[in-house]
């Protein structure tokens, strides 16, 4: 409900839907919300919101401290809170909210420590703290936490922290001189610590190598001439550390991005490795791009198959930009409106990347998955069919009645109801307003 014009209060009703995963009410004049006008305290039923996964509240007056029971939300992946005059510390309770991925508590009267469970959420690569009081020192440890990398920690504008990596510039930490006498005391043990974590150290550079080693010759065979090597933190720094204002969508397999590499804006489509299936729809997208190109498709500029600051494994796809988005928002947006004659040259479109598809490619490939949101629009309103996560390589089958497509693909709703039937009906779907 973005963009609405929508006024007045949200109801107290919204506090019983205690299934509610996401709600969108940003950039309304409701006193709701992100670039609202909300004020007063953050109310306590938000414990309620066990399902709760994003909370967006930026840019609004709330003032008072986060109450405890937001710590029930263990689902909580996005939390924004930028932009207000939040007070006191951060509550224990956070030490619950080990999804979180971003963290955005900039510019609010925060004080206290900057909590160190923070180092130890595995899936954190977002951490905005600027423009608060916080005092004490700043984490730096473990190695592939969020504070150990620049690009992902930020703390400016609290002119009580002290430590952390150098990156930070950041004054040093007066110790305590008796944790100096202590230090003094074990000398051994540092050493052999010391010996344990090199070794340690050589292994894991050792099978990063190995792993890091084989991947890009994978990608290299696979991708033929797409030779552009990115890498993740290439990616994070491009999207503003895969920020929502930068997000475009979300599918069934990932997350699309808008990023700027080398000055060219692109599309970055990050896969949820965590969803079944989304290893094989980076695969089926690589194998499928790899030797098609035609006007009518989204063009590939290059893959990237790596590992987070986690160490977790990380696959992305970077397109060309569309600047004009994709046919659902034309169609179905509510700025959207395309003529009659806009639909018929886009139905062109779409039939002359699918001919090529079908007929013209040295394997026949089916999209499996054709539908208004995987058809995106250039600056010249040029439809580009996109997504091949579902497309299917037609091979001849090895007996008369056998099919090479055995199972069936595709979105509810546009899934094809024979195994190798064509995308025939999408004309009719996309002259119609209503489908």
Known sequence: MSNCKLTGTIPHDFGELRLLESIHLNSNKLSDLSNNHLEGSLPSEISKQTYLEELILSKNKFSGVIPDGLGVCSGLQYLFMDGNSFHGNIPSSFASLASLLQIDLSRNNFSGPIPAVFSKFPKLYYLNLSYNDFEGRVPSLPKNSVFANASAVFVVGNSRLCGGIKQLHLPKCNENQSMKRIKLTIPIISALVGVVAIMVGVVGLYL??????????????????????????????????????????????????????????????????????????????????????????????????????????????????????????????????????????????????????????????????????????????????????????????????????SEIRGTIGYSAPGNNFKEYLFVTCLLDNNK
């Open 208 to 405: 990063t190598f190995i792993k890091k080693k084989e991947k890009p010759l994978l990608l290299d065979s696979m991708m033929g001439n797409v030779t552009m090597k990115v890498s993740y933190d290439m990616l994070l720094k491009a999207t503003a550390g895969f920020s929502l204002e930068t997000l475009l969508g979300t599918g069934s397999f990932g997350s699309v991005f808008k990023g700027i590499l080398d000055g060219k804006t692109v599309a970055v489509k990050v896969l949820n490795l965590q969803h079944s299936g989304a290893s094989k729809s980076f695969m089926a997208e690589c194998n499928t791009l790899r030797n098609v190109r035609h006007r009518n498709l989204v063009g590939i500029i290059t893959v990237c198959s790596s590992i987070d600051f986690q160490r977790n494994d990380f696959k992305a796809l970077i397109y060309e930009f569309m600047p004009n988005g994709s046919l659902d928002q034309w169609l179905h947006g509510v700025d959207g409106n395309m003529s009659l004659a806009q639909r018929v040259d886009v139905a062109i479109d779409v039939a002359h990347a699918l001919n090529y598809l079908h007929y013209e490619c040295e394997t026949p490939i089916v999209h499996c998955d054709l539908k208004p949101s995987n058809i995106l629009l250039d600056n010249d309103m040029v439809a580009h069919v996109g997504d091949f996560g579902l497309a299917k390589f037609l091979t001849e089958p090895k007996h008369p009645n056998q099919s090479s497509t």
